[in-house]
C-alpha cells in the first residue's frame, strides 16, 4: 500500500486538502488521512462525500471560520476547574459556528442524506453564547456587563475617580499652587494622578 501512495503522491493531495481545511484539528486529519481497505467502509465514506458535494453543489458550503478545538477547556469546566477569559472567548465563538451550522442545513430541509447523523449531533446554546460574549470583551478586559457586582463597583470607581481629578485640577488652579506648577494638567499613569512638576500627587 505505501508504494501506491507514494506512486500516486498522496502527500501532496493530502497537503492541498489540508489547505482548504478551516481548523487545525481539520487540518491534521487530513494530512493523516489512509485508504480504507474494507469495501463497506469504502462505501460509506463515498456515500457522505457524495452527498457533501450536493449540499454544497445545490446551498454553498457553511462557514467553518472560528472553529476551534474545545474539548480540554470544557472538560476542566465539567470538572469543575475555572477558565480563563480567552478559552470562554473560543468556546462562544464554536458555539456561534454550530449555530451557523445548523442554520445553513435548515435550508436543507426535506433532504435525507447520510450525513444527518453529524447535523443531528451538533447542539447549538444561544444563551451561553450570549452570556459570555456580553460579559467578555477581550482576553485581558472584563466587560461591566459580566455581573450587577462589578458593574457596581466599577461605577464607583469612576464615580471616585472624577472626585479627586475635580479635587486635583481645583488645588493645580489655585492661586497658592499655581505659581509652582509648570502646566495645569493632571494625567494619569499606571493607575495614579500625576503632574508634571511635582511628580505623582
Known amino acids: 500500500m505505501e508504494k501506491y501512495c507514494i506512486a500516486l503522491e498522496l502527500d501532496k493531495i493530502l497537503k492541498m486538502l489540508s489547505d482548504t481545511a478551516s481548523s487545525h484539528d481539520a487540518k491534521e486529519m487530513a494530512l493523516n488521512i489512509k485508504p480504507m481497505t474494507d469495501y463497506f467502509e469504502v462505501l460509506s465514506l463515498l456515500d457522505k462525500t457524495e452527498a457533501a458535494y450536493i449540499f454544497i453543489a445545490k446551498f454553498g458550503a457553511p462557514s467553518f471560520h472560528g472553529l476551534q478545538n474545545v474539548n480540554n477547556a470544557l472538560s476542566r469546566a465539567n470538572a469543575g476547574g475555572s477558565l480563563s477569559a ?48 456580553n460579559a467578555i470583551i477581550s482576553e485581558t478586559e472584563i466587560s461591566d456587563n459580566a455581573s450587577p457586582e462589578l458593574k457596581e463597583i466599577r461605577r464607583k470607581k469612576r464615580h471616585f475617580e472624577h472626585k479627586i481629578r475635580e479635587q486635583l485640577d481645583s488645588m493645580i488652579h489655585s492661586n497658592h499652587y499655581s505659581k509652582f506648577l509648570r502646566d495645569g494638567i493632571v494625567t494619569q499613569r499606571n493607575g495614579r494622578f500625576i503632574q508634571k512638576r511635582f511628580g505623582r500627587i
Open 86 to 133: 480567552g478559552e470562554l472567548l473560543k468556546i462562544a465563538v464554536t458555539l456561534k459556528v454550530i449555530r451557523g451550522i445548523l442554520t445553513w442545513h435548515e435550508k436543507c430541509a426535506g433532504m435525507e442524506t447520510s450525513l444527518d447523523d453529524l447535523f443531528n449531533s451538533l447542539y447549538p446554546n444561544k444563551y451561553l453564547e450570549d452570556k459570555i460574549t
